[in-house]
């Protein structure tokens, strides 16, 4: 008797996480691109980017996804902006108030959601993510990091991002602190691991010494919530990932 509890108990469980949404992000090409970043290249002499990106309901269940962007770092005289719904919001305006409702296997079309960049003749690099979430947690918030690399005609180019790696911070959910891997390479010198609240305000930064390949975040002092941390090199945000603090 107890061997058929125990399986019926398993039993519960597996189907209960099978019938969880599961929301994916795709690009252009519907390849997946979950938690991922998008590195886009143009220069000074580009006025306009319009970047589009979906979300498919992988999940047995409907879903209401909502989207917030965050600023991490923008380039002065540069600005960004996202449409949503076949609405385009002003620059200033960073979370919707009406979900796109998936059903299952639904993808979202493309007049659903799309960024635009606006360079402002200025080379340099913007950071900004969008996260898609559901206030009733009913799937995993998922997020697209999108690096707008623009460049001036005499640029040669800028360092490859794939060539740094920016470790999952642990533990995440973070209490009084937590710990994050960098893989840099060799010679890499002025990085900092930066924290931003979601109004992309920073609010730690911790330098990185040479050679070094992990760093301490203290985060007793923060308040509980969602933050953005960066792995900054030589001021070009080359990474971001997401952390939770609840102290």
């Known amino acids: 008797m107890n061997k058929l509890l125990l399986s019926f108990l398993i039993g519960l469980l597996f189907t209960g996480f099978s019938a969880r949404a599961q929301v994916v992000i795709l690009n252009e090409n519907m390849e997946d691109i979950t938690n991922d970043t998008l ?5 000074i002499d580009d006025d306009y ?30 600005s960004n902006t996202f449409c949503w719904l076949d609405y385009c919001f002003s620059p200033m ?24 960049f606006f360079p402002g003749g200025v080379a340099g690099i913007s950071q900004v993510v969008y996260e898609f979430y559901d206030d009733r947690e009913s799937f995993e918030a998922v997020q697209v990091t999108i690096n707008f690399i623009i460049e001036d005609h005499t640029s040669v180019a ?5 060539a740094f790696g920016l470790g999952d911070a642990r533990p995440n959910p973070a209490r009084d602190h937590t710990w994050i891997n960098l893989d840099l390479p060799a010679g890499t010198s002025n990085a900092q691991v930066v ?10 930064t ?5 050679g070094s390949r992990r760093v301490r975040i203290d985060t007793s002092s923060l308040n509980n919530g969602i933050y953005i941390y960066s792995l900054i090199v030589n001021n070009q945000t080359v990474k971001s990932k997401r952390l939770v603090v609840a102290n």
């Open 158 to 162: 800028f360092f490859d991002a794939k």
């Open 195 to 204: 924290v931003r609240n979601l109004l992309g305000n920073a609010v730690i």
């Open 49 to 78: 980017m319009k970047i589009n990106i979906f979300f498919a309901n992988n999940g047995e269940e409907d879903v209401e996804v909502f989207v917030r962007k965050i600023e991490v770092d923008m380039v002065d005289g540069a």
């Open 39 to 43: 590195n886009i290249l143009a220069t």
């Open 93 to 116: 305006i960073f979370e919707v108030e009406e979900p796109i409702i998936l059903e299952p296997e639904g993808v979202s079309t493309d007049t659903d959601f799309y960024t635009e």
């Open 206 to 210: 911790q330098p990185v010494e040479p």
